[in-house]
T-cell receptor, first 115, second 114 residues
């Protein structure tokens, strides 16, 4: 167990809908990262938050947004869902904002199926 | 461009065989290097990491990796695999400054037969 908790484990929804994925980082970790794992794109970085502030953005669609709350949990919001958004979404946390010796610990992921 | 290339997508071995998974990266500047493992239905777990110093790093479960800077490589090795090593293995790189988004390779699926 990595100490990173993601809910729900599975999510099935329809095209056009909106969903929210939740992540609780390891105790004491201030950074949260979101990654998407799909068959065609592999594991891709979406976005990073550190202590409530957005720090880095990757290949995140405009239909997707995230935030990190004062209790440090984070939510990834996916809207106007398309079939191609079906993927495994991972959250990772670390104790640092970045720099050398930064290790990310991953949650079990949320499997999103868009039908 | 920043990228990680894993040479083998699928590897099939018998128990007790030796394993070497290739990983090459392209990244400007000093790097941190990682191998993660994903067992079926589970989260990504850190196998080992290289930050600096001795280029031969040892990880959990008998795995080791060697950083060869001149070849931009970080190959994963294990002298004798077990059935329980069946999993997908990901090589990843980040920079040592700024915000460390992990750049992953495509992964290598390892199947170990008894």
């Amino acid at each position: 167990d990595s100490g990173v908790t993601q809910t729900p484990k599975h999510l099935i929804t329809a095209t056009g809908q909106r969903v929210t994925l939740r992540c609780s980082p390891r105790s004491g970790d201030l950074s949260v990262y979101w990654y998407q794992q799909s068959l065609d794109q592999g594991l891709q970085f979406l976005i990073q938050y550190y202590n409530g502030e957005e720090r880095a953005k990757g290949n995140i669609l405009e239909r997707f947004s995230a935030q990190q709350f004062p209790d440090l949990h984070s939510e990834l919001n996916l809207s106007s869902l398309e079939l191609g958004d079906s993927a495994l979404y991972f959250c990772a946390s670390s104790g640092l904002a970045g720099g050398a010796k930064n290790i990310q610990y991953f949650g079990a992921g949320t499997r999103l199926s868009v039908l | 461009a920043q990228s990680v290339s894993q040479h083998n997508h699928h590897v099939i071995l018998s128990e007790a065989a030796s394993l070497e998974l290739g990983c090459n990266y392209s990244y400007g500047g000093t790097v941190n290097l990682f191998w993660y493992v994903q067992y079926p239905g589970q989260h990504l777990q850190l196998l080992l990491k290289y930050f600096s110093g001795d280029p031969l790093v040892k990880g959990i479960k008998g795995f080791e990796a060697e950083f060869i800077k001149s070849k931009f490589s970080f190959n994963l090795r294990k002298p004798s695999v077990q059935w329980s090593d069946t999993a997908e293995y990901f090589c990843a790189v980040t920079g040592t400054s700024g915000y460390n988004k992990l750049i992953f390779g495509a992964g290598t699926r390892l199947a170990v037969h008894p």
